[in-house]
């Protein structure tokens, strides 16, 4: 298996500017979950799936964020308009059931930088 | 709230030495505790955990880690550091309070080990 598939890897854009960034878990995992990662906050859970439904939304930071699942195949997070504090490593991970006591399996994550 | 602490930003220590990355948790309940890895530029790998059972815990790589519930910590060893196990080391303890379910990381360690 290919492994947690994030696009992509890099992202530079112009602050106003829409930021889409993708993600193609492990095949077989029910579990999605987008974690951003900054050195002031940390790792922190965005929100997370389970079998393409979001189940816990409350660590978004604001509206201008939203995320979709429409397959089990396929993530997006979307970052409408970007700010120059946006700027981060947003990370997604799959498990394959069971959610926080099983392993998460994370890609190699998109390191976004807003101008 | 439950919480999980790294004391040490890093950790130095010589190659063939061995290894301690100390965390210590704050949770309600047994608590699910998890060691992941950051190699540069890469996604979180998933080295053990404890759920139950054995107080000690074997993972990759030769890591282990002792789960002491007196002390309320969950810290990570290894016996002969190797210089390639110079990475980013994070605690996580699964929360489970106020309606929600999700995983809280530390801070992170970087471990230097020198040849």
């Known amino acids: 298996d290919a492994g947690v598939i994030q696009s992509p890897r890099h992202e530079v854009t112009e602050m106003g500017q829409e930021v889409t960034l993708r993600c193609k878990p492990i095949?077989?995992?029910?579990?999605l979950f987008w974690y951003r990662q900054t050195m002031m906050r940390g790792l922190e859970l965005l929100i997370y799936f389970n079998n393409n439904v979001p189940i816990d939304d409350s660590g978004m930071p604001e509206d201008r964020f939203s995320a979709k699942m429409p397959n089990a195949s396929f993530s997006t997070l979307k970052i409408q308009p970007s700010e120059p504090r946006d700027s981060a490593v947003y990370f997604c991970?799959?498990?394959?059931?069971?959610?926080?006591?099983?392993?998460?399996?994370f890609g190699p994550g998109t390191r976004l930088l807003v101008l | 709230a439950q919480s999980v602490a790294q004391p040490e930003d890093q950790v130095n220590v010589a190659e063939g030495n061995p290894l301690t990355v100390k965390c210590t948790y704050s949770?309600?309940?047994?608590?699910?505790l998890f060691w992941y890895v950051q190699y540069p530029n890469r996604g979180l790998q998933f080295l053990l955990k404890?759920?139950?059972?054995?107080?000690l815990v074997k993972g990759s790589y030769g890591f282990e880690a002792e789960f002491n519930k007196s002390q309320t910590s969950f810290h990570l060893k290894k016996p002969s550091a190797l210089v390639s196990d110079s990475a980013l080391y994070f605690c996580?303890?699964?929360?489970?309070?106020?309606?929600?379910?999700?995983?809280?990381f530390g801070t992170g360690t970087r471990l230097q080990v020198f040849p």
């Open positions: 996580a303890v699964r929360d489970r309070s106020y309606n929600t379910d999700k995983l809280i």
């Open positions: 949770v309600s309940g047994n608590p699910y």
């Open positions: 991970a799959s498990s394959l059931t069971g959610a926080f006591q099983e392993t998460q399996y």
């Open positions: 404890y759920i139950t059972g054995d107080n």
């Open positions: 095949s077989g995992h029910d579990y």
